[in-house]
């Protein structure tokens, strides 16, 4: 009888073992693919320039670009990516409309952005500058850039 508990317990070891390897490297798995966040962001970039002005937005990540989008008065374009696990999700953006120079601007930065919308990162083109959605806490309007 010792010697089958004795067995018992060993491949009990074993398996306990194996299960907790197995969730290691499960996990190590989702972290490097951005599955261990369990939300998505979505970044918002809308046209509130006024009169007939058509805005040009082109913006990229280090892994993604999404292409040129011509964007009418109060539309807007979106996308929606996983920070991943360092924070160093950052996207960047052109930005023309009419005869103004382009506009090169940083439209979401994972360190400085995450704490203030986690899921909803809108972002409003006006004519005096471009304003980011603080959608925890207060929802004010910040002017992160002006022109």
Known sequence: MQHNESEYYNMLRVN??????LLI???AQAQQEG????????????????????LVVHCHSSDNDLGKH?????????????VDLRET???????QWDNVPEKNVVIYDAKIDNPICRERCWRE????GLFFLHEKGSGFWEKRYSW
Do not use: H
């Not at 306990?16 to 390897?21: A, C, D, E, K, Q």
């Not at 599955?35 to 058509?54: A, F, P």
């Open 25 to 27: 490297v499960a996990t």
């Open 89 to 95: 999700t950052l996207f960047r953006c052109t930005l």
């Open 16 to 21: 306990v073992l194996v299960i907790v390897v």
């Open 70 to 82: 011509d964007v009418i008065g109060g539309a807007f374009v979106e996308w929606k990516f996983r």
């Open 125 to 128: 083109v006006r004519p005096d």
């Open 35 to 54: 599955d261990w966040n369990l939300y998505k962001t979505t970044v918002r970039v809308q046209n509130i320039l006024g009169g007939n002005s058509v």
